[in-house]
Structure formats: structure tokens, C-alpha cells
């Protein structure tokens, strides 16, 4: 599965943005697709994914400010508001199909406050 994410740019605190990830293969023959970001410095950390089964789930410092959702097709999407400083870093779009990680290139969400 190959993955291609954008969206990405600078932003004012408060602020907002849509990252955008557009697969190869059909998001409904891939069993979890998520957003996962890296911050300077720090591990790559899960920000949200989404299931068919299950539906979605958040890192608990996105809750209520990010929304993840899916086409149906395949994309999968990150709505981002009330951005703040600490979202910073490079967003990576991940697809989990068959026990196998599949990664984007990354995004860069810079946030300046």
C-alpha cells in the first residue's frame, strides 16, 4: 500500500488545517489507517485512527480538537483546530493491512504561537 499525505504548512495558534491521505488500495480492504506525528526531539507518537469495526480513536491530547474520518474510497483525512503550539512536528499517515505497516512521507505542521 502505497500512501501519499498533504496538507501540511504553517499555522497560527488557534488556528487550523486539513491534512489530506490518499492511498493505493481502497481503505476498505485495509484494517486500520491512522495519523501518527513526530515532534523535534521526540519518538513518533499516534495522534488517531480509524477502523471499520471499531470506528475511531484519539491520543487524549487531540480530543476534541482533531477529527479523523475516511472517503469510503481511499483517502483518510485529519481536521485539525484550535492548533497549538505543541502539534508541531511532521505527520505521518499510516495503514495497517495483513499485520503490516505501511507508511507515508510525511507532512510538516509548524505552529507558531
Known amino acids: 500500500v502505497q500512501l501519499q499525505a498533504s496538507g501540511g504548512g504553517l499555522v497560527q495558534a488557534g488556528g487550523s488545517l486539513r491534512l489530506a491521505c490518499v492511498a493505493s488500495?481502497?481503505?476498505?480492504?485495509?484494517?486500520?489507517m491512522g495519523w501518527y506525528r513526530q515532534a523535534p526531539g521526540k519518538q513518533r507518537e499516534l495522534v488517531a485512527t480509524?477502523?471499520?469495526?471499531?470506528?475511531t480513536n484519539y491520543a487524549d491530547s487531540v480530543k476534541g480538537r482533531f477529527t479523523i474520518s475516511s472517503d469510503n474510497d481511499n483517502a483518510v483525512y485529519l481536521q485539525m483546530n484550535s492548533l497549538k503550539s505543541e502539534d508541531t512536528g511532521v505527520y505521518y499517515c499510516?495503514?495497517?493491512?495483513?499485520?503490516?505497516?505501511?507508511w507515508g512521507q510525511g507532512t510538516l505542521v509548524t505552529v507558531s504561537s
Open positions: 488500495a481502497s481503505v476498505n480492504s485495509i484494517d486500520v
Open positions: 480509524i477502523t471499520r469495526r471499531i470506528g
Open positions: 499510516n495503514a495497517k493491512r495483513s499485520r503490516l505497516d505501511y
